[in-house]
């Protein structure tokens, strides 16, 4: 008989968790070994309980996030767990990021249990599983072309790579922070976000970075 699939959850909700836990309680392959409140948590869990696949979410409140906690996971020495994103942001950067921290999967909250369970079982065997709706964004993402951005967007996308906030950027660059602020408007409008990390991230993602 073949071994359930140990689950470590991660989520900062108690309710969720509490729902989560029961619905995979009713799948007789899936075991869950652990919760966890935050990202932390789960990194130190998932060392001490050797999960096949953490549940992620995105938003864990205080401490790091579930981009920089699936990081973390999966670049343990020897190969930590796959990570499966579970969450209700769906943006493109959100997705971006995620993937290129090493997320196998990629689901939203408002799919079935039988999706949910197919999924796990996916992600425990190193398989992508992406929602309808994210392989969407993700396939258009891909067919549409590179957006186009100034000699000065570069610079000032350059500098928020490298973690300068806009008063630095305007004395690096010799401008005002007003004129800093107008081009990051414009940075985001085209590269479709609304936060630095974000731009960063669809930025390298694009390869508009050097």
């Known amino acids: 008989m073949t071994p359930p699939v140990k689950i470590l959850l991660c989520d900062d909700h108690v309710v969720v968790r509490a729902g989560l836990l029961a619905l995979l309680d009713s799948a007789p392959d899936i075991e869950v070994v652990g919760e966890a409140g935050t990202g932390e948590e789960a990194v130190a869990l998932a060392a001490k309980l050797t999960p096949d696949v953490v549940l992620m ?6 401490g790091i996030d579930g981009v920089e906690t699936t990081r973390r996971l999966t670049a343990t020495p020897g190969g930590g767990p796959n990570v499966l994103v579970l969450t209700t942001y769906d943006t493109d950067a959100d997705i971006t990021r995620a993937i290129e921290a ?3 999967g990629y689901l939203l909250k408002a799919e079935r249990p039988e999706e949910l369970f197919s999924a796990i079982h996916a992600a425990a065997q190193g398989r992508t599983t992406l929602s309808a709706p994210v ?44 004129t800093v602020k107008t081009h990051l408007g414009r940075i985001y409008d085209k590269l479709g976000v609304d936060t630095r990390a974000g731009a960063v991230a669809v930025a390298k993602e694009q390869r508009l970075l050097p």
């Open 102 to 104: 090493g997320a196998t």
């Open 135 to 178: 392989a969407s964004r993700v396939m258009a993402n891909m067919r549409k072309p590179r957006p186009t951005l100034t000699d000065r967007e570069r610079d000032i996308l350059a500098q928020l790579a490298h973690g300068l906030g806009n008063r630095e950027i305007a004395k690096a660059l010799f401008i005002s922070e007003a």
């Open 57 to 62: 979410d995105l938003q864990l409140g205080e």
